[in-house]
């Protein structure tokens, strides 16, 4: 059964660089499937952050693309997010997740909740 | 504002029926069967409850059903539980490997 979990600073100032990671357990990146990210404001719905394959291949959400950065580290079987100038809209709960072509996500995170303050 | 559409709440008492649905356009929804949805308890991850439109993962009940009819979505709940008060988000792949989300819906148990 495959588990996920971020992890990550909790809060970050404004104009600066979000870093979390996602490490993957009970399954190997390099096997296959697809892994995503998915972020939340306080009290709001889901939004579709970004996609990558294990081969490095990646997707972003066309309003964020060109502020994130998604990256696989198949030797610690773990994924990584970075958002740069951020500001109080990208304080979110961050998942990470396992997810299939056409999005299907059928393996959350726990979720870690990033806050954007100075 | 989501690329999809879904009412903010819906409601029914123990053993009744609800449907949620979600509306979208012949880019998403309409002209594709990827149509998934989740379910959210508070503090708590999503669920996924059903995916490819109608297809129910191992372990979720089949009182969970989903179903499309061109630009809209529904997941009905039938004979409806406590435990099945949480808010429920669809979502829809809209080609080139995008993927978007309804606002979601707060569904109460009476």
């Known amino acids: 059964q495959v588990q996920l979990q971020e992890s990550g600073p909790g809060v970050v100032k404004p104009s600066e660089t979000l870093s979390l990671t996602c490490s993957v357990f009970?399954?190997?990146?390099?096997?296959?499937?697809?892994w995503g990210w998915i972020r939340q404001p306080p009290g709001k719905g889901l939004e579709w952050v970004g996609t990558?394959?294990?081969?490095?291949?990646?997707y972003y959400n066309p309003s964020l693309k060109s502020r994130v950065t998604i990256s696989v580290d198949t030797s610690k079987n773990q994924l990584s997010l970075k958002v740069s100038s951020v500001t109080a809209a990208d304080t979110a709960i961050y998942y990470c997740?396992?997810?299939?072509?056409?999005?299907?996500?059928?393996?959350w995170g726990q979720g870690t909740l990033v806050t954007v303050s100075s | 504002q989501s690329a999809l559409t879904q009412p903010p709440s819906a409601s029914g008492s123990p053993g009744q029926s609800v449907t949620i649905s979600c509306t979208g356009t012949s880019s998403n929804v309409g002209a594709y069967n990827y149509v998934s949805w989740y379910q959210q308890q508070p503090g708590k991850a999503p669920k996924l409850m059903i995916y490819?439109?109608?297809k129910r993962p191992s372990g979720v009940p089949d009182r969970f059903s989903g179903s499309k009819s061109g630009n809209t979505a529904s997941l009905t709940v039938s004979g409806l539980q406590a435990e099945d008060e949480a808010d429920y988000y669809c979502?829809?792949?809209?080609?080139?490997?995008?993927?978007?989300f309804g606002p979601g819906t707060k569904v109460t148990v009476l």
């Open positions: 990558i394959f294990h081969s490095g291949s990646t």
């Open positions: 009970g399954y190997s990146i390099s096997t296959g499937y697809y």
């Open positions: 490819e439109v109608t």
């Open positions: 997740a396992r997810v299939d072509i056409v999005g299907k996500a059928d393996s």
């Open positions: 979502s829809s792949y809209a080609g080139s490997n995008i993927f978007v």
